[in-house]
Each structure stands twice: as C-alpha cells, then as structure tokens.
C-alpha cells in the first residue's frame, strides 16, 4: 500500500475532538512552527473559531500567527449543512476574525500578520463551493486566509512526520504498516511497535538540528497517538496501553543513555509524550474506573474457571497502573514540579477513596498468586501511605489490605497447597489451577511478597496478625528472601528502565524471625538500605519509577519502600 | 442315576424324575414331580410309587425315549416340532406352520411359546423336545464312541451344530444331553473314567466345552459308575476353572456320591490332601446330613489340627441346631480355631453367621456370643477377613438385622476399609446388599448416620442405590420418613446434615414432596432456619435443592423467611432466572402466595444483569482482550481435564459403558445401524453445568469456606441461631 494512501486513510478517520485537533500540533511542531494554544490547553473556554493558535512561516518564509479552525468526523467535509451549522463553520470563522487573540509571551505577536485557516480531514463538496468561495472572499477580502483539506493534510504529515522520521526506509514502512494493521489483533505482542519504537529512537537527532529534533519527537507522539486512536476507532484501549507505556519508557531510557535528562530542550519534548501518556490514561480510566469499582468489577464473568487466574492477574495488572496514573496526575498538567499542595491533597483524598473502593470491591486485589504481586500491593499501600495526609483509617486499611494478602496466601496454600509463583512464566501457574496438579516447573520455594507484607505489618504495629502470620508460616519450608538492588555493578536507574530486572539483585536469603514483631522492628528498624538519587527524579519524573516497576515486574527497592512508610 | 418321564396325573401334564440308587439292585424308586404346586408334589412323595425299571443299563436312554413317544398326542407334536426345527431352527412361522403342528396342543404342553421380544413364536427347549430330536437325528453315536478329548469335542461339536450354518443349537438342555450321553457311551465302551481328560480340557483351544462337560460329568459320573476319589479329583480339579456353574453342579453330585458310601465318604474328608479344602467340606456337608452323628465325632476330632479346621468351618453349620448344647458346642469349636492361619481366619465369619442364622432356637446369649466372636475380629482384620465379614453378615442379616448392622458399622471403622475401597465397584465389596435386607429403617438411618462420620461428606446415594430404592418404597408412613430425613438435615453435626440433604434429593414423587412442605411448616423457627442453611450448603441445581424449602419463603417467623430470600437474591447471581422460575411457579401454583418475593427477585436479578451489562461493555476486562494467550492455554488444559475425569469417573463406575465395548468413530457424523436405518448422533456429545459465581470469584475461599460451613457443628461452635432469630 501506498505510504500516502495510510497516511490518508488514517488522517480521515480522526474525528475533531482529541484526534484531528491533537496531531495538528505535531505537524505544526514539525513545520517548525510554535504552538501557542491548543484544544488541550484551553479545555472548557470557548476558542472563538481557534482551535490553534501558533506562529510560523509561510511559504515565503515570512512569520505570520496562525488561527486554525479544526473540524473533524461528521464536520469533516465542508457542505451546507456543515457551513450553516450552529458552531459550523461560517459561525466559527466569524468569531475567529471578530474575536482578538492576546498573547503576552510572544514580543511583537500583535504585529505579525494572521492567517486564517480552516483544517479539516475532508473535502469540499462541488455543489457548495461557489458558496464557500464567495464567503471567504467577502470575509477574508486580504486573501489571508487558508483551507488545509484532507489532500492538504496528507500531503504535509507524509512531508514531514511520515516521509522524515516514520517511513524513511522500507524496513520501518513495513513495521509501521504492520501496527496499523495488526494492533487491534487479539493476542498481537507489538513486536513491531517496540521495533518500530527502538529504531526511531537510534535515529533521534541531537537537539542542535532544531527543526529535525522537534519534527523527530512529534513523530514519537505521533506514532503513540495513531495507536491510541486505531484502538480508540476499536473501542478497544488495550492494546495501547502496553504500547504507550513501551513508547514512554523506552524514550526515557534513551534519554538517560545519553544523559540528556539534563538537556532543557529534550526534557520539554519527553513532557510533550508524558502529556500524551497520562491523557490516554486518563481516556482508559474514565471508560473503566466506575465499572472496575463495581462489586468484582474486574472480573469477566464470561471467562468461567479461568478467572481463578485472570481475575487476580488483571485486578493487580489494573491496581499497579492505576497508582503510576494516580502519582503522574499530581504533575499535570504542566508536568512540572508545582506548589499547589491544596490540589495535591484533595487529589489524594480522591485517589485513596477509590483505591480503597476498588479494593474493597475486588477481593482478587488481595490474591497474590505471583510473587511479583509484591509491585501493584507495595505500589498501593507507598502511595496510601506516601500521601500528604495519612490519617488513622488509611493505615488501618493498609494493615488490612497486607492482612488480606496475606490470609488469600495462606487459604490458596491450604486448599490448593500452592504458594505464590517466583517465575514470571505464568504456564506452569496456569497448569497448576487447571489441572489441579502441581507441574515440575511450578516453583514457589522462596518468597520476596511475604518478608515485605510482614514487614509492612511490623511497621504499621500490626503485631498480631504479625505473629498469627509467622506460626501459620512456621511449617513451611519457604525460603524468605530480600532482593537489594547491586548499584555497585550496574547502573540500577537505566537497569529499570531496560528490562525485568533479575541479576540486578543481590539476594539475602533464609531471613529468619524472631518471635515478636517488636523484636523484628527493633532488629531491622535501624537497618539502612542504600538510598539511590535518581536522575529521574532529577528531571522532574519520579512517577516514572512506579510505571517502570510495574510494567517491567521488577521489584521495588528496599531502600525506596522503607522511604516511602517512613 | 437320573432317568425323566412325562406322564398324566390328575389330568395334569408332568415330568417325572426318577432317581436310581443302583439299577440293580433297588426294586421301587421315589418320584418326585416337577410341579409348581408344592401340595401336589408332596403328595406324590407320599403315595406314588413306581416299579423300579430292572432291565441293564446300556438302553436307559432309548427306553426312556420309549416311554415319552408312547404318547401318540405327544409323539405327533414333538415330530411335528422336529422336523421344522431341522428345516428352520427354533422360529416359527405363525401362517406357514399352522397347519403342520397342533398349535394348541404344542402350547398347552409348553412345547412353543410368545417371545414378546422378537414377536415370534419360538420352540421351547425342554426335555421333551430333547428327547425327540435324540430319536431322530443325532448321528449314531454308538458307531464312533470318542477315544480322547479332541474326538469328544469334535463330535460334540458336530452333533450340536444345526445345519445350513445356524449356529451351535439354541437347546441347551438337548446338548447337555448329548454330552451326558456321550460320556455314558465313554464309560460304558472303555471304561474310561475321564481322569486324564480333565485337566486337558484346560487348554484354551478345547475349553469351549468345558462347562458342558462340566454339566454332564456332574448329572451322571455317580451313575456311570465312577468312584469317589476319581470324582473327588475331577471336582477338585473344576474348581480351578473358577465358574459361578460348579458350584449347582458340584454340590448335588457330592451329595448324592456321600449318600451312596459314608465310609468312603469319611474316608476321603480324611486322606484328601490339605489342598482339597473345598472337597472336604462338600464331603463333610454331605456326611452331616446322611450321617450327622458319625459327622459330629469327626468334626470333634479333626478340629484339633489346624490345617483341618478351615474346611470344617465350611460345613459346621449343615449340622441341626436344635438343640443348645450341641449349638454352643459348635460355637466352642470355632472359637478353638487358630485365627493366625489366614484361610482359618476367613472361614470363621461364614461359620458364625451361618450357625446364627440356622439357630433352630431363640438364645439371646448364643447369639451375642457368636456376634462377639465376629465383633472381636473387625477391628483389626486385614481386608481380605473384613470382606469375608461383610459378605458373610448376607446369612444373618434378615433373623438378626439389628446386631448384623451393628456389626457392619464397626466394619466401617476398619481402616483397612477406606471409601476409596468401598467406591471402587471393582472391589466387590458393598453395604447395600446387606441394608437392602433390612426393613426397619431406624437401623438404615443409624447405620447411615455411622457411614456418614466414618466417611465425613462421602456419603454418595449410588454407593446404595438398593437401599435407596427400599427407603423409597417401604411401607413405613411418609410422614414418618419425612421426619427422620428433617432430623438428619437440621442436625448440629456437619456430617449428618450432609447425609439428609443427599438423601433428600433422592425422593422425587409429589406425596413425599407434599408431606415434607407439611412437616417443614410445623418445625420451629430455628429448625426451619437451620434447614434451609443446610438444603443451600451443597451447591445443586435450584431445580432440585430451592424446592424444598419454598414454603420457607412465606414462613410465620419473617426472619426465616427474610433471610431465605437474602440467599435466593445472591443464588440469582449464580443461577440466573432459574431461582426466580422456581419461586414463580411454586407462586402460581399456590395462588400467588410469593408475588412480592418474585418481584423482589426479579428487581435485584435486573440490578444485577445491569451491573453486568456496565462491565460487559468494557471489552478490555476480558480475558480474550487482555490475557488472550494464557487464557486460551488455560481453556485448553482446563478440558482436556474435565474431559479426563468425565472419562475416570464413568470407568470407575463400572456402569453402563464398562459392558459395552469401546468404538471410537473415525466421522463425527453419526452412529448408522447396519441392518437399520436408524442413526444415533452418539459421535459427538457435549455437556453442561452450572458453576457457582461464587466459586468462579474466588474458588480456594469458596471451598475452604464451603467446607467449613458443611463441618461446622451448631452446637460446639455456638452458631447464633438463638440470637438470629427471635423465636
């Protein structure tokens, strides 16, 4: 297929709000044009017929502003009906030329010359276009003004995002035709997408070639964005959620190989796909939060006994992303480190109510059945905990939640004499609950889920249940063990960026207890773990961690917990 | 020797068996007729005597035949039989064979009769027409008298098969007969007695006459005649074959050998090595009742040694207890046995319930004494004893059926009984015979309820389907039964509320169903909240569990009733509109007694099916969507195991499909007959259940909670009923 007949058909399916009027931007960036407003920015004020305002050249390469009018989906061909609409788009472009734009932050914007421009992933119809053409020449007598049509359109995205950065090869126009085509594809594992992702990375130019860099960051975002959209079209976010969360971290490892999590320029791009990121997060919550928070929301009632597995599978799965989405919304929208500790609070207390709410509503939220569900149930209980205002029922509620996790371990032992899985390979796991008998492979020897939740407990004062859980332990032969990362040979910040992290951690094994949970505490309270500075959280992206745990299983870090519950 | 004659008496047809001593030497034989009226057979006993035939054995059998074709009615059908047997075989043409035989005649003599099965009128094979194709056909058998086995089996073989290739002769009385002639011919010829070929008739490729031969060795080796060892041997040597048909053959050929010389008789329960042991005691069966005080000293004295003891446990109990002395005699005796020798020990549990069971006197110590003895071996016996038990309480069970049943819960508490054990159908081993026998039901439920603690939640109702069936069946009141079946249901202890909701789902009819709403409106409160708790404990079908407790819904007490509809709410989330059909219906059947609770029903049903349709929309819940490939994988193992226990469990039953052979079909169309044009869709079958919600949700807590709820005892674990409900 023709690399411009992709580009179109893509760009015709976008509707308005959120599609045509997000990816404008890129081109725009791309072009070599500043944005200055976008639909995003300005959600909820009236745009008085600018969606975009942005300053760039014309083919003269003389600076005008731009006021862009985007109309999209049913508005996108322009026709009578379409014209003559209330809000259509003779209303908008009358209250773009009557209505003044001020922008302080740019010298001289006043002066420069606009252009008016209606961008629309259409068409004219021929029977209107004596209509159209009469009005514009009556409205806009200076001839300043531009329509940016679907061949326009497609023209301009091929020149400059597609032709430059996407598709310059016939390797990557093969993984990209790939994804379009097979992202929606049940059981489809993106390898192309990470290919895809891995090579415009390789090829990212230095933040000297301005126009370049900016066009090759667009691309990035736009790339996630045609995913996000394909999946949007399916009414099926799933399959971008793995890509997007590929697509910000890879990037960000990128960054930090080449130590540019420095560079102000680069740093300004990242926050662009973060931005990006936390909007389509924002997309997926809002379609499922309410229905995830319903008595057992999250299981599929349709799946019959493979809910054994997939019920706990999916509701950690959910759990661990929802609190990496709860930490980033504490920087948006700017993404940048802010003051607002009001808003912080109130998100928090919003954030903990539903937590607890899903929780509560999910009993599999509280059924570990790897050890590697240590992640989603320390994510929750670091953030409930890690909260400005932790009140006396939150740490109830988390010495609860660590004593249901625990009590789910200790009943799947009793009835299905497993314990939780060490091996991030879920087939034998998956044996094991069909057939009801234990494979050869099926390895839950060793423990890093319940040292942690005992630990929590001691720390909460939880000394009970504490106790209770040790004599239930007292005749297993589990091995308990700590994993601490080893930052004297590897660069732990890039390691949990790259991959599951494995020989990354030292192992202490064979943790033994004492018999009280005042010992433990009085024992191990004064212990310090390495605590690592990280250039993440340098940058401004802290959150990050908590996406790069949960996404690549890799446990979290001694040192960081015992931070976060202090 | 045996010889059969039809004759008339008072106008009745009849065949008359006439037992020979010694041909020779007996003038007047006793007769005894093959009625099915006892009064006319006694009286022929009593009165009829015959003279005794005097001419030499070698014709006994054309003599005989001599006598049934003197008849000329009778000869005419039977030829007339005969020859349309050789033309057709045994099936008759009602049209074409009308007018060949005399229909009538034939039935009334019960030469012919209806078989429903086929639709066809079928030749009777009974001795007369045996006897008639003897006369006629049989090839002569005088001119080729078998030299060895081979020629025996080949000329059995020849003379029994019809002709135009219709098989072996369906007759079996007419080959018995040939083979009975045959060894007579043998014997009378050669002298051969037949104990050489034996043994060789264990060679797979003679063996298929073995039975026959069995048979006819059986009806006239005393009559040939041959002498007690050789018979001793040849039986000893039957017995090898293992075949349920030496036993009746045996038994009455030993019998008759004792009652022809009790010195050789005494002699050979004497000298017949330790392995004769079932020969011993056939030989000291018979003595006793020839000879029960020559017996008696025997017994007396060969006890003291061990190795005799086991084949006299086999036969004490043929000796006449009517009298106390000599029965505690016996009993002494048997406790004397050394029960470390292992066939001893065996044989002690048939002696002693036969020795109850022949009791010829009521002695309550007597009989405690014998259940004693039995009741000190259970405990400890290893399997093989605790089967011989099990099957020996069979001869007690129906005079003693409280102590037998006793007894048999203490079998229960062997550990060498496991359910495992009594579950496998292979292992032969089985309570329901025994209970079956039993009429009153109190001991059925007591002993139910000990099973039901030995074999916590085991109870399986086809472990006593005969049991279940006489339950059913019996004549006590069903109120009465109903009764009994609530007090099992609301008892405190797990186990045995287990026990009553398993049997309750066994009684289906209407009356039992009426009775049981009758008794459930009369309970307390709290026993009624108790049974409702109990019914709903086992996961079933709301079809076979909500029925019983549907008066419940519009209960006096509106705890009871409150609660039962909070659990059908929730059942609704697993059952769907099963629960609220169920309830619907017993409505209307009763006036619309429980509007207001189907429709509170249905409102938290529709609540909850919009709850689902709310998540069902999120497509990126499902498991197709976000865990496609372990889902699938999971599916795949999770039916390859179901189908793998479906498989176990139908084997293990030893039902319907361990008789039939195994075809797989290479097509999945379908099963065609091939002489039929039906077809069975039998190539592909599916199945379905209903799996609980709640089990789905969280299966390890649901069994675990499952579980406990069914062990939980109400009165040591201090359940709130009291507090629940206020009474």
Known sequence: ?566 | MTLFLGVTIDGFQAMILIQVRDLSQVSKVNICALFDDPRRSCKLLSEQVVPCITKQPQMIFSKTENEILSDDKLNKVLKSLFSIYLEKGMILDKIADESVIDWDESRGLELISFDELTKKWVIVPNYFFAYTVLNGTIPDLRSKVPSSVEQLVELFESVTELSDEKGRTGITLLADRIMELLLALIHETSGETFSDWIPRLDSERISKINLEFLQAYCKVADTLPLCASDIANACHHFFSWNDLIIWPNVNPLIERVVGQDFKEAERLILDLPAEFRIMRTLFLSGLIKHDPERAWLLVRSEIELVDNQSYILGAIHHFEFSEQSRAFEALRLVKKCNLGIEVTRHHVPYAVTRLVARLGFEDVTFVDECFQVLKDIVPSADLPTAKQVLLSLSASVEKYPSQTIDLAGDLLKNPNITYEYLADQKSLISFDALLEEVSDLNIVFDFFQNFALCYPFKFDRDLFQETMYQIQSSTESIDGLCKKLIHLIVHDVGEVRYLGVEMLSCFKNQPFRDQFYQNLAELDPISQYKLWMSILSLEASPKTSLVWLLPLLHAKNEVVAEALLCKLEELTESYHEEVITVVERYSEENAGILMTAVVRLKTHYASFCAMLDIKNNIIEFHPSICQPQYYDRFRELHRHRMNEQINNSLNNRQGILSFAKKVVLVKGGGWKHRERDEVTKLGRFQSSYTWPRLHLLNPERFDLERKLALAANWQSDKTDFDEWITV
């Open chain 1, 1 to 566: 297929m023709d690399n411009g007949l992709v580009i179109r058909e893509y760009l015709e399916n976008l509707t308005e709000d959120q599609e045509l009027d997000a990816i404008l931007p890129l081109l725009l960036i791309a072009k070599g044009f500043r944005v200055l407003a976008t639909p995003a920015r300005s959600k909820g004020q009236s745009q008085y017929g600018k969606d975009i305002v942005a300053i760039g050249p014309d083919e003269s390469g003389k600076l005008h502003r731009y006021y862009c009018e985007v109309k999209g989906g049913r508005s996108r061909h322009v026709d009578d009906q379409t014209f003559y609409d209330n809000d259509g788009i003779r209303m908008s472009l009358l209250e773009a030329k009557d209505t003044p734009f001020r922008h302080a932050g740019v010298p001289a914007f006043e002066k420069l010359p606009i252009k008016f421009v209606l961008a629309h992933n259409g068409d004219i119809k021929e029977n209107f276009r004596q209509t159209f053409d009469g009005f514009i020449s009556n409205t806009f007598p200076d001839g300043n003004f531009e329509r940016w049509d679907l061949d326009w359109l497609t023209h301009e995205f091929d020149r400059y995002l597609f032709n430059e950065h996407l598709i310059p090869n016939q390797v990557d126009s093969r993984l990209f035709r790939r994804v379009l085509l097979l992202i929606d594809t049940t059981d489809y594992n993106q390898v192309d997408f990470r290919q895809l992702v891995k090579n415009l990375l390789a090829r990212l130019p230095e933040p000297k070639h301005k126009r370049k860099f900016k066009s090759a960051w667009a691309t990035l975002i736009l790339l996630g964005r045609i995913v996000w959209s394909k999946c949007r079209q399916n009414d099926n976010l799933y399959p971008a959620i793995d890509a997007l969360n590929f697509l910000l971290l890879e990037t960000w490892l990128e960054i930090l190989r080449k130590k540019l999590d420095t560079a102000k320029s680069v740093t300004t791009e990242f926050r662009r796909m973060v931005t990006m990121h936390f909007q389509f997060l924002r997309e997926y919550f809002k379609k499922t939060s309410a229905a995830a928070a319903l008595p057992n929301g999250l299981f599929a009632e349709r799946a019959g006994p493979f809910e054994a597995i997939g019920y706990p599978m999916r509701s950690f799965e959910y759990l661990g992303l929802l609190v990496y989405y709860f930490e980033a919304s504490h920087w948006f929208p700017t993404f940048r480190k802010t003051a607002d500790v009001k808003r912080t609070v109130r998100l928090q207390g919003v954030h903990k109510r539903y937590l607890k709410k899903l929780i509560d509503s999910n009993s599999a939220c509280q059924r570990p059945l790897l050890d590697s569900h240590s992640i989603p149930i320390l994510a929750t209980i670091n953030y409930i905990l890690g909260c400005k205002q932790v009140s006396k029922a939150d740490r109830k509620f988390v010495g609860d939640y660590v004593i249901g996790n625990l009590d789910s371990i200790f009943v799947i032992r009793d009835v299905s004499g497993r314990y939780p899985s060490i091996s991030l390979n879920l087939n034998p796991l998956i044996e094991y609950v069909a057939t009801s008998e234990r494979p050869y492979n099926y390895s839950d020897e060793s423990s890093l889920l319940i040292p942690s939740l005992l630990d929590i407990l001691a720390s909460l004062k939880r000394d009970r249940p504490w106790a209770d859980a040790l004599r239930l332990l007292s005749d297993s032969e589990i091995d308990f063990q700590l994993a601490i990362p080893n930052t004297v040979e590897f660069d732990i910040e890039e390691r949990l960026f790259t991959d599951h992290m494995d020989e990354e951690f030292l192992i202490e094994s064979s943790i033994e207890y004492p018999a009280t949970a005042e010992e433990y505490r009085e024992a191990t309270g004064n212990r310090i773990f390495e605590q690592i500075t990280y250039r993440t959280d340098k940058a401004g992206f802290p959150f990050l961690r908590t996406l790069a745990h949960v996404y690549y299983k890799s446990e979290f870090f001694p040192g960081d917990v015992r931070a976060s519950l202090s």
